[in-house]
């Protein structure tokens, strides 16, 4: 075998240190622009790292499950320690007023649309 197709365990464990679970997300559209939901078990607000780059949306959390000193794990079974998922936003989308709120390992985000793509109603002038 040649050293270029050798797989070490270094070389494993450092695909699984960049490895992540996908959040399981609901995306709710209505008139005035989406409301996404992340389920984030075990992340806390301060692990929590959101991002808008361009045109992309990025979540981010780090999974921290505080196990007692005196106490060792029998049994694991959630084996990457972080989550993370990314999503193109639409040019239709206000990128720059996007809250969230995180409650319960729930991420709420609400991405506004932006105000040319807002519904309008138009005047009917009678002449």
Do not use: C
């Not at 365990?9 to 559209?29: F, G, I, N, W, Y």
């Not at 939901?37 to 301060?46: I, N, Q």
């Not at 959630?78 to 239709?92: C, G, H, I, N």
């Amino acid at each position: 075998m040649n050293e270029a197709a050798t797989v070490t365990k270094r070389d494993v464990e450092q695909t699984r240190a960049e490895s992540a679970l996908l959040p399981l997300v609901d995306v709710v559209e209505d008139a005035g622009g989406i409301t996404l939901y992340a389920d984030l078990p075990g992340v806390s607000k301060e692990n929590l790292h959101l991002e808008i780059e361009a045109e992309n949306l990025t979540i981010a959390g780090e999974v921290s499950l505080n196990t007692p000193d005196n106490l060792e794990a029998s049994h694991i079974e959630l084996e990457l320690p972080r989550y993370r998922r990314v999503f193109a936003l639409s040019k239709e989308l206000d990128s720059a007023k996007v809250t969230a709120e995180f409650k319960n390992g729930v991420l709420q985000l609400r991405i506004p649309k932006a105000e040319h793509a807002q519904p309008r109603k138009i005047e009917i002038q009678v002449s």
